[in-house]
């Protein structure tokens, strides 16, 4: 070590992109974060914040925070949301 130098110099790093706090239940602001799969899963497109119904406590909402490429799989909660079956209902056009 060189005299004057830190001894230990943390790596740059790059910032977490922002999340987007869409505040969205349904319609298109909140379809519009996530990729319906080919296995009915959903993906996150970006970080996203949403609001849920609560399956634990019934009329409660909670928040979810979702990770970029985050999958949902209808059935499973995250949160006491389940995620995919509010995307299911909100996004998918009835045929």
Not at 11 to 37: I, Q
């Amino acid at each position: 070590m060189l005299a004057g130098q830190p001894a230990f110099a943390a790596p740059r790093m790059s910032p977490a992109p922002p999340l987007t706090p869409t505040g969205a239940v349904s319609g298109a602001a909140l379809c519009k974060d996530f990729t319906h799969n080919p296995d009915q899963s959903w993906t996150a497109r970006h970080g996203v914040i949403i609001k849920g119904p609560n399956s634990t406590y019934p009329g409660r909402t909670t928040v979810v925070v979702v990770g970029p490429y985050q999958v949902f799989t209808q059935g499973v909660t995250f949160s006491d949301v389940d995620v995919a079956a509010l995307l299911d209902k909100d996004c998918l056009k009835q045929g």
